[in-house]
């Protein structure tokens, strides 16, 4: 993302130089490098890649609109106000975070602050709601009926694997194809998936996640183990793009295409496509746990969710008909 100098002259934004590729990046780094560049290298791996990519989009957008870094309040809560009509309430706090953090990577005190932008927030939500679109959660039975309408094509072993691991483990997007075949091990209860990083998990400390062996004949630990029978995926990114003459890629799927297999699959199966995405494995296990009366803290054992405030929303829809107040009347 192109961006004026009022926001690529602080490290926490700009992109580091391109390294000399007949030079060891290491060497380079360690011995001609000034130690100004290794502490801009430290401030630029402070947030997470996806992070920095959506602070520079909201950014870019602000300054088209015609506001600078730094800004005044009243600059800012023009600038929110005019795009409240067009942008969800999350977007206008999400730039509103960015434009904040890059104040205080350039040791500016932050219009975010000033009572004259929280006010117009305020207003906004007031007016305009809160209310996001949500992906809907792809139930077990739903998840069932999905993998009944697969076929047997390697394309067909690696989404049945996919969703099974995906639904079972509650991956997000970015967990599920960041596995790599090493990070599977296979003992007698069943899969342990080392989780070597994750959105909660920046730092990587890593975690590892149980897989049962299935009770059903859809088992993920069975499907994985065909996957990685046929495919021959011994090393490497466990989870590759599949041409139509069933040749496998040996790169790794992207974030966006689990949203496309979900969809396609879905679709398939007879269900409105527009209604699921990539996230609705990780909703689907969730609320389907809490239907099945899975305690809270067992399901954040199991996806990494950081509290139950999290699991709240997906808890509160999956037990909506249980003990129902009008269903003891009614």
């Not at 691991?165 to 342990?192: K, M, N, T, Y």
């Not at 466990?238 to 496998?248: A, H, K, S, T, W």
Request: glycine share 8%.
């Amino acid at each position: 993302m192109k961006v004026d100098g009022h926001t690529l002259d602080n490290p926490l934004f700009s992109e580091p130089p391109k390294p000399d590729p007949g030079v060891s990046h290491f060497r380079a780094i360690s011995v001609n490098a000034p130690a100004s560049t290794l502490v801009e290298g430290y401030i630029r791996d402070s947030i997470a890649e996806a992070t920095r990519r959506a602070y520079l989009f909201d950014l870019a957008h602000f300054e088209r609109w015609g506001g600078r870094i730094p800004c005044e309040p009243n600059v800012l809560a023009a600038y929110l106000a005019e795009c409240a009509a067009t942008l969800a309430v999350a977007t206008l706090v999400r730039r509103c975070a960015a434009i904040a953090r890059a104040h205080q990577a350039r040791g500016v005190p932050s219009p975010t602050r000033a009572e004259v932008v929280r006010a117009t927030l305020r207003g906004i939500r007031r007016r305009c709601g809160t209310a996001q679109r949500e992906a809907r959660p792809l139930l077990r039975d739903e998840l069932f009926h999905t993998l009944d309408c697969i076929g047997d094509s390697m394309k067909d072993a690696r989404d049945h694997a996919l969703l099974l691991v995906g639904f079972a483990a509650g991956f997000r997007r970015s967990e599920l194809v960041g596995l790599d075949a090493p990070d599977i091990e296979i003992v007698p209860q069943g899969l342990v998936i080392h989780l070597r990083r994750s959105k909660t998990d920046q730092e990587g400390v890593g975690r590892n996640i149980g897989v049962p062996f299935g009770r059903t004949r859809f088992c993920p630990v069975t499907a994985l183990s065909l996957w990685r029978d046929r495919s021959r995926i011994a090393a490497g990114p466990l989870f590759r793009p599949v041409d139509r003459l069933g040749r496998i890629a040996t790169t790794r799927l992207s974030g966006e295409a689990i949203s496309v297999i979900v969809k396609a699959r879905v679709a398939a199966a007879g269900y409105d496509p527009a209604r699921y995405s990539g996230h609705s494995l990780r909703a689907g296990l969730v609320t389907s746990a809490a239907q099945a009366g899975v305690a809270p803290w067992r399901i954040r054992q199991q996806t990494g969710h950081a509290s139950d405030v999290m699991l709240a929303r997906y808890i509160r829809d999956g037990e909506m008909f249980v003990d129902n107040a009008a269903g003891a009347l009614l």
